[in-house]
């Protein structure tokens, strides 16, 4: 590198990280180093300018070092693309998980480190864990406008939704009423417990979706017959983002013996009001999609009077959770799935309106391209845009683009071996659409985000001269 004037060296540091804050720190030797850090105060990289002729005026660089995953001195296009290449990709794929927040992982960890069984009542170690459960299933009940002994905790919203449709089949053989409807649009976790559902006697219908992935009340209103046992319905598509009509159908239901399930799995902590108006039988939530810890969720099982719980337990054991999901309460997950949801409920504004500037800019950035939004924006959650690029194959594009964006174009849970999505097939979409459709999930940290898109999304554009139109 020729040598350069001193601040045209931090100039060049400067624009390679753009929106970062660049400090630097007197050195020795005719050496300078510095830090770069992102507007959330994590360093993302440190730096070196070794200055030739130190006591001259101005100082002359003649090399500019980047330090982060390994070490690296050129121009400043060079480092942008070195640096692009080499940190952490950008991850945008808050529906398969969120990272836990440190706020919830301090209420957590002083139970992992004390003997906390919440099922122990003979000494205090116990009568605290216990304490503590139910202080999580009061913060997870009011997120849902429940009673806390309506609400029992789970692995996760798969075992929820697993114990709301399995734990039904004696009630159902008890009562003759072997007929349960869904969606073709459901997570597996709803349909394979369906397809045992069959095989166990039970008449299955799976509602079709409109071309804009929601399923209409009136689809749900004809399949009805006098023996259906359930109608499960999820929240909010996991793939799409797009909300189902869950209150129409609640009220469809009102005032018949048939259940209604739905899984909230993605608007737990985000879709709060609607939740709490929805007076739904059964209510799948899980904890890791709203920055709380994996391995937790719960089933919400709400009374009807006092009618005797129609779910049984599918495991039979020490009798925890009033018998419905026996086995240890692990306190430490449930103190982190009711600080999660605690903080979900305080913030949740300040989510959708960061959540709905960001997806604002993503939508302008993607006018630059030729694409299409599948399913109906207007009923979109503000975090979740599913978008086709024209002639884009979209798992030869998540891995050329790996160590920049982390995105998925399926549910995760289904995207290790890839098979069309079975929710965009079910809206109807042709093949082309399909095989080019890219999720894109975000969290509520747009101000780093948005700075970090741009430069993901012109890599992209870069990378892809098939999705560019310019
Ligand atoms: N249901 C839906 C709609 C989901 O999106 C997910 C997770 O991707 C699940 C269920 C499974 O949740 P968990 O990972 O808590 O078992």
Redesign the pocket.
């Known amino acids: 590198m020729p040598p350069i004037p001193y601040n045209e060296a931090l100039d060049r540091v400067r624009r390679s990280f753009p929106g970062h804050e660049v400090t630097v720190c007197d050195g020795d030797h005719g050496q300078e180093s510095g830090v770069v850090e992102a507007p959330d105060g994590t360093t993302v990289a440190s730096f070196r300018l070794t200055i030739r002729e130190p006591r001259a005026a101005p100082p002359i660089v003649n090399k500019v070092r980047i330090g982060g995953v390994g070490q690296y001195c050129g121009t400043s296009d060079e480092i942008r693309a070195w640096t692009q290449a080499h940190s952490d990709p950008l991850y945008l794929d808050y529906?398969?998980?969120t990272p836990l927040d440190p706020r919830v992982l301090e209420v957590m960890l002083p139970w992992f480190l004390t003997p906390s069984n919440a099922g122990s009542r003979t000494h205090s170690y116990g009568q605290k864990s216990k304490e503590a459960v139910e202080n999580a299933r009061r913060q997870v009940a009011d997120m849902l406008g429940a009673q806390p002994e309506e609400v029992f905790f789970t692995?996760?919203?798969?075992?929820?939704?697993n114990l709301a449709i399995l734990g039904l089949a004696e009630h159902g053989e008890r009562t003759g009423r072997k007929h349960i409807i869904s969606t073709a649009i459901?997570?597996?976790?709803?349909l394979e417990p369906l397809e045992r559902m069959t095989q166990l006697g039970f008449a299955v219908d799976l509602a079709p979706v409109t071309s804009g992935g929601y399923v209409e009340p009136a689809t749900i209103q004809r399949l009805l017959r006098p023996d259906t046992l359930l109608v499960s319905v999820?929240?909010?598509?996991?793939e799409t983002g797009i909300l189902q009509p869950v209150e129409e159908i609640a009220t469809l239901l009102r005032g018949s013996d048939t259940l209604f399930h739905t899984?909230?799995?993605?608007t737990f902590g985000k879709e709060v009001e609607a939740l709490k108006r929805l007076k739904a039988d059964m209510v799948?939530v899980?904890?890791?999609?709203i920055y709380g810890p994996?391995g937790?969720?719960a089933l919400l099982v709400r009374r009807r009077g006092s009618q005797k719980r129609p779910v049984q337990p599918l495991q039979f054991g020490g009798g925890q959770e009033r018998g419905l999901r026996p086995g240890t309460v692990p306190v430490a997950l449930a103190v982190g799935l009711g600080e999660a949801t605690r903080l979900a409920a305080l913030e949740w504004p300040t989510r959708r309106t960061a959540a709905l500037r960001l997806r604002e800019q993503l939508l302008r950035d993607l006018a630059r391209v030729d694409h299409h939004i599948n399913g109906d924006p207007a009923r979109c959650q503000p975090h979740v845009l599913n978008v086709s690029f024209p002639g884009l194959d979209s798992e030869a594009f998540m891995m050329s683009t790996k160590n920049l964006i982390a995105v998925s174009n399926g549910?995760?849970?289904t995207s290790a071996s890839y098979k069309p999505s079975h929710v965009l097939t079910a809206m109807g979409l042709d093949d082309g659409r399909i095989d080019s459709a890219i999720r894109i999930s975000f969290g509520p940290d747009a101000k780093l985000r948005l700075v970090r898109f741009r430069s993901a999304l012109n890599i992209i554009l870069a990378l892809n001269p098939l999705v560019a139109s310019e």
């Open positions: 529906n398969a998980t692995s996760g919203a798969t075992e929820s939704n459901e997570h597996k976790a709803v999820m929240h909010a598509n996991n899984d909230a799995a993605q799948s899980s904890s890791h999609k994996q937790i969720g549910s995760a849970c």
